[in-house]
């Protein structure tokens, strides 16, 4: 279906118009990408040390610079919370009238999300969701079903029976409590004979691997790993199975299963390479574009009611706005090679 859209008269109200919505009717109504907008969107990348984060702002400045909505010079917070705040501050200070962020800690923005209310200055929060504070739209994939695929995947493949390596990510982030949490109902339900050993990382790459070097060295069993964040762990916990001689490729005895999440450029290679089982790709590309998308349509007055999109998607109510649930498909070798992965498509413009 075609979003339909509705504007107010005065660009200002957009994030107190935002929150009204939520009492309506589950019917959507939004915007064209080509609507006016008046004022300019402050952006913070939440951090450039993952390729998956490199790659959304490299999407980011792409979507700018082929004439998408004003924007002041992108910040980066570092995963530093107090920085995102100083960062959201300074960019409303230069004139910023709608925020695009991704707090790693959803708990720790709510006061500045509430400030940013009260100055009726639209949020964006994308791949993250806020804990609480006023959202105008969230803009990310099913987190729990990252953790429900990646464990039916990994389920599936030791035939119900074995041992498995969580890494799961910082559990202050609803990201990776919701991973973690689906993970582990999962697996307590559908596959009982399977012991899973959880190890909290903080979306760290060397934490992840010197704690899977450590249950190694106790579980030389161990059938299988899934890593919440292939853009901090893929490498790091390929380089450790390739030390301890343990990287079998795929179908061959002595294999352990790895199942990951983001569906980074390595992360297909390796699946390529039959080093990786499967991913779930987590669109960088369209948490880009609809990141700029909603921040537009806040700017010229405009709301949405949840139901679904016309871009493959559904939007939600949450407590405290709304979320836009994009798609992130599994790949695995079947289909690894599928032009339409954002991945792929990154390769190809380099």
Known sequence: MRL??????????AAVLALAVLAGAAVLTGCNRGSDATGRIGIDVPRTDTDFWDSYQDHLKADLAHGGPAALPL???????????????????????????????TGAITAELRRL?????PVVSVDTRPDDGPVYMVVRADNRAYGERSCVFLG????????????????????????????????????????????????KGEVASAKLQSLLAQ????????LQAGGAFLQ????????????????????????SNDGIPDELAAIRAGTL?????????LYARYALYYARAALA???FRPGPTDHGSTIVKIKNGLEDQLPAPLVTKENVNDPHLWANQSEQGK
């Open 4 to 13: 339909r859209t509705r504007t107010t008269g005065a660009a200002a109200g």
């Open 75 to 105: 910040a980066n917070s570092q995963n530093d919370i107090g920085k995102v705040v100083s960062d959201v501050q300074a960019l409303t200070g230069q004139g910023a009238r709608a925020i695009v962020i991704a707090p790693q800690d």
């Open 117 to 121: 209310a009260d100055r009726r200055i």
């Open 156 to 203: 599936e493949r030791l035939g119900g029976h074995g041992r498995v390596a969580e890494l799961q990510g910082d559990l202050s982030s609803i990201n990776g409590r919701d991973r973690s949490e689906a993970f582990a109902a999962c697996m307590k339900r559908r596959y009982p004979g399977i012991t899973v050993h959880e190890l909290a990382t903080d979306w």
């Open 219 to 226: 579980h030389h069993d161990l059938d299988g790993v899934y």
């Open 236 to 259: 790091p916990v390929l380089a450790l199975l390739r030390q301890r001689g343990l990287l079998e490729p795929v179908g061959t005895p002595g294999h352990l299963t790895l199942v």
């Open 277 to 285: 089982d499967a991913t779930l790709s987590q669109p960088a590309d």
């Open 301 to 303: 007055g405009k709301t």
